[in-house]
Structure formats: structure tokens, C-alpha cells
């Protein structure tokens, strides 16, 4: 019997996990991404441990290492003064939850998947092949592709929509009823900058989180230390200009007055970088189904979700295993789609709401702030970092029934 054949539309970081788990469960995998190349391009990205356990599995993790930082620690400041309001030890991560915490250039991570794609023969990834639309039947599920005006078909005997947060197969499948993502009235602004033009303070090999009035800063050290991944998050008006909608261009000038009560180091960080790159948060409730017969939801097309817990990618990846596994374990589409939902949906639900949750501690002012830090410090660093065992254990992910996903009867 020939092998099934899945179809993913979206080729980021979801559609490729997703791609490169439903090969190892025995499928005949097509990725359609309407870029014309799969770019490798980006920030920083933080991948906790319970996504470089499934990467692990399949291969990337290796491929990614290299080029990664294991950082120490996550280092929480006050943005007043820099006072130190806890440190989470993190150099025991591999150790405490079953893989290790790291820090990555997403280009970097882009590219190792991309790689591992490429050993793979039963994926074949379409590029500037645009999903347009879709139907699915007891049968199978069939599409239309659009590469710039000529628009092809495609039949296949699932769908999965990774297609981000404006995913069109949400759309169409009208999971989203009165839960599309909506401004969240922050953005956060993005600079890579080279670290010899950094304060000794901001260089260490950690995450430093930064809680101010109405604003966040969080860096960290990438590529062996060579650059400083930056990300201020601020609450304003975002106009959406539709030619770069994702990425504008961000004026340093705003940031300057943003921050102008901020510790001298965190300022001297922002006036660092030169290339300020202004990205629009999206937050929304959690769906109540991802799946409708062939057809299922993944990643951002999935949970959309605020970037405070940095689990997005982590939960696509999350995704791309439990499918792999699902439909590794059933050739009955439709019950193995709906056995992925029931395994991922209270998950990643749950982190979308914590997500939104911990950007509302984050931002809090005047006394209520205060009592913030009074108890982040009181509580301390190990304590809190026990707070998260149960988003990085990897333990119950590398469960043989998640992970090892081998071929159906
Ligand atoms: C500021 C910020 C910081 C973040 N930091 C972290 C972090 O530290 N850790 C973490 O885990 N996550 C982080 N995230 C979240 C993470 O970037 C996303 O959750 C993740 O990239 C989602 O992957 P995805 O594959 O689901 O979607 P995407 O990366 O959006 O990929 C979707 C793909 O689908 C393609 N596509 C769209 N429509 C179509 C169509 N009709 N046909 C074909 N292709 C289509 C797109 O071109 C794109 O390539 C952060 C996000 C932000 C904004």
C-alpha cells in the first residue's frame, strides 16, 4: 500500500516540524510556503527545553547546537535602577527537565530544520506556492495553490493549516468565530546588536528580563556571545501598514524618551542598536477546536499567542510531535486529527492564557508593582523556577507514546 499523503500549508517553523514528524510516522509529506525561498531569517529566539527535546528527536538539535548558548541563567531587573529581583538558575536545565534550555538565532533554528528536511526524501516543500483554498471530503482532502496568477491543484489525505497567525485554513474552517487575534496594544521592538558595542553588564551569558512602567526589556547574548538579541516591548498604537505589516521600521528616538528613566546600562543598550525593527502583538482566546474532519490547525494557525512565556514556536514544535504521533498510530484520519486535538488543545490553550497573564504582571505600575517584586524576590530563584515545570519538563513529551511515533498497522 502506497504511503498516505499529507499536505501542510505553511512553511515556518510549524510546518516543517510538522513535516519532518509525519515522514518518521510514515507519510508522504508536501509543504506549500508562499515565500519564494524558505528564508532564514529573524531575532533571537529562546527554546525551552520542552521543545529541544522533540527538535532532539528527529535530528535538528545537533545541527542547532553549535551555533546556540546554554544561557546561565534568567536574571530579573528592576528598570529604575537594574536592581537584581531574582535569578532562575538555569545550568541544570538539561539535567532538571530532560533536554537543554537554549538560546538561538531563529535563522539558525530555520536552517537546521531546512536541513533536516533536506535528507528526508518523502518531503517535498513547494515554494511561493500559496494555499488558496480547500476542500475536504470522506475521501481526502483536495486544494488550490496559487504560484503568482496560475493556480494549480493538489490532492492529498490531510490538511494541516501552519499557516501562522493570519491562517487562512482557520479562517476557512470558521474556528475563530469571535476568537480571531486582535491587537494586543503592545509591540515589541526588535534589534540585534554587535556586543563589543555593549555594556560589560548586558553581555553576560543569561536572559535578563526588565520590568518597567509599561514596558519590558529582555535580552540576551547569541552566536557565542557575538551579538545581543534586544526586545523592548511597549504598550502603544500600532496603524497597520499593510506593505510591512509585521516588520516596520521602529524610530530609536520613541524608544529614547520610552526608557529615559531606565537604568544608564538599559539605555546605553537601546542607543546601541541601529536597526530597530517594530513588530505588532497579536493576542486571542484559546479556539475550542483546531480540527474538522481532514483538516487540522497547528502552531501560531492554532494558539496565536502573546510572546511573554516565548513558548510559540515551542508549541508548534509541541504540535508537530503529538500529530506525528497521532497519525504515526492511526490511519484513520479523522480519529487521529481529532486524538491530536484532544492531546495538545488544553496545553497549549493553557499557555496562551499564562502568556497573556504574565504580560500583565509584567506591566504593572506604582504599588502594585512594587508588591511584584517585593514577591518575585521574596520567593526567590529556584522556587520560582519550579513555577515552570510543568511547560519544560520534556520528560512526559519524550513518553514513547509522543515521540515514537512508528508506522500504523
Ligand atoms: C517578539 C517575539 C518574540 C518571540 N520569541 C519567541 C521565543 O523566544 N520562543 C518561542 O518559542 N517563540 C517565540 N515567539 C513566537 C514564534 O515566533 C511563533 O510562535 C512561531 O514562529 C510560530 O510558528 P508557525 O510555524 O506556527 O508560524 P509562522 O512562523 O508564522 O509560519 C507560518 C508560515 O506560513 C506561511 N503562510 C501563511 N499563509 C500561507 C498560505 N496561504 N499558503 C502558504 N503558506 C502560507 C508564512 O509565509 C509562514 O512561512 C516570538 C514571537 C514574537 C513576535
Known amino acids: 500500500m502506497s504511503a498516505p499523503h499529507a499536505l501542510i500549508a505553511g512553511g515556518g517553523v510549524g510546518g516543517l516540524c510538522a513535516a519532518l514528524c509525519l515522514a518518521r510516522a510514515g507519510f508522504r509529506v508536501s509543504v506549500y510556503e508562499q515565500a519564494k525561498a524558505l528564508e532564514e531569517i529573524g531575532a533571537g529566539l529562546q527554546l525551552s527545553p520542552n521543545a529541544s527535546a522533540i527538535l532532539r528527536s528527529f535530528g535538528a538539535l545537533d545541527r542547532l547546537i553549535p551555533s546556540s548558548l546554554v544561557p546561565r541563567a534568567v536574571r530579573i531587573r528592576r528598570a529604575r535602577d537594574g536592581a537584581t529581583v531574582a535569578t532562575l538558575p538555569l545550568e541544570d536545565a538539561e539535567k532538571r527537565w530532560g533536554a537543554p534550555y537554549l538560546l538561538a538565532h531563529r535563522a539558525d533554528l530555520q536552517r537546521a530544520l531546512i536541513e533536516t528536511v533536506a535528507g528526508e526524501e518523502a518531503i517535498t516543500v513547494h515554494t511561493g506556492a500559496a494555499l488558496a483554498g480547500f476542500a475536504s ?17 493538489a490532492t492529498g489525505d490531510c490538511l494541516i493549516g501552519a499557516d ?20 494586543s496594544g503592545r509591540t515589541a521592538w526588535r534589534a540585534l546588536v554587535e556586543a563589543s ?9 543569561e536572559t535578563s528580563l526588565w520590568l518597567g512602567k509599561r514596558a519590558h526589556l529582555v535580552h540576551y547574548p547569541l552566536r ?11 504598550e502603544e498604537d500600532f496603524r497597520a501598514n499593510s506593505e510591512n505589516f509585521w516588520s516596520s521600521p521602529g ?10 528613566r531606565w537604568r544608564e546600562s538599559a539605555r546605553d543598550l537601546l542607543a546601541a542598536a541601529s536597526d530597530w525593527r517594530k513588530w505588532p502583538l497579536f493576542d486571542a482566546d484559546p479556539l475550542p477546536s483546531w480540527t474538522a474532519g481532514r483538516v487540522a490547525l497547528l502552531g501560531d494557525a492554532a494558539h496565536p499567542m502573546l510572546p511573554f512565556l516565548a513558548q510559540g514556536a515551542a508549541q508548534a514544535i509541541e504540535d508537530a510531535a503529538a500529530l506525528g504521533a497521532a497519525l504515526g498510530r492511526d490511519r484513520n484520519i479523522e480519529r487521529a486529527l481529532a486524538a491530536y486535538q484532544a492531546a495538545r488543545l488544553a496545553r497549549a490553550s493553557r499557555v496562551q492564557l499564562e502568556s497573556r497573564r504574565q504580560g500583565k504582571i ?3 505600575t506604582g504599588p502594585a508593582a512594587l508588591a511584584r517584586d517585593l514577591a518575585l524576590h521574596a520567593l526567590g530563584g529556584a522556587r520560582l523556577l519550579s513555577r515552570y515545570d510543568w511547560l519544560y519538563d520534556a520528560h512526559p513529551l519524550c513518553d514513547a507514546a509522543v515521540l515514537k511515533s512508528g508506522s500504523a498497522e
Open 362 to 364: 509584567y506591566h504593572l
Open 164 to 183: 501562522g497567525l493570519r491562517s487562512l485554513v482557520r479562517q476557512r474552517l470558521a474556528a475563530d468565530r469571535g476568537v480571531s487575534p486582535r491587537f
Open 251 to 260: 524610530d530609536p528616538a520613541y524608544l529614547e524618551a520610552r526608557f529615559a
Open 197 to 205: 558595542r555593549v555594556p560589560a553588564e548586558m553581555r553576560r551569558e
Open 224 to 234: 557565542g556571545g557575538a551579538v545581543v538579541n534586544v526586545v523592548a516591548i511597549v
Open 137 to 153: 471530503g470522506a475521501d481526502g482532502v483536495a486544494i488550490a495553490i496559487k504560484r503568482g496568477a496560475i493556480r494549480t491543484e
